[in-house]
Nanobody, 115 residues
């Protein structure tokens, strides 16, 4: 079992910044990959940023504005979001895959970008 807990969401004005955190617990040694997903109003959940072969990858809309990072010793993954736009609004979910195959999800944290 792997448990994921997101935090750091909130209300921010356009052009502002937020930093999201995802703390992993449980059988952290079984984790293969981790990433951040977003589900906006009326939209499907999509991958925003994640690690592939140990390297960060971003969706086109996030490149140049978002930065994914991790603290392996503390089992925490971060998403630094800068130059936020209204279209970035949505629920952000932390995701982890394990060596056993299933995805694990956090409860999500709401990000609202509005003036």
């Amino acid at each position: 079992q792997v448990q994921l807990a997101e935090s750091g969401g909130g209300l921010v004005q356009p052009g502002g910044s937020l930093k999201l955190s995802c703390a992993a617990s449980g059988n952290v040694f079984s984790i293969n990959t981790m990433g951040w997903y977003r589900q906006g109003p009326g939209e499907q959940r999509e991958l925003v940023a994640g690690y592939r072969n140990g390297q960060p990858n971003y969706t086109d809309s996030a490149k140049g504005r978002f930065t994914i990072s991790r603290d392996s010793a503390k089992n925490i993954m971060y998403l630094q979001m800068n130059s936020l736009k209204p279209e970035d609004t949505g629920v952000y979910y932390c995701d982890a895959t394990t060596i056993y195959g299933p995805h694990y999800w956090g409860q999500g944290t709401q990000v609202t970008v509005s003036s």
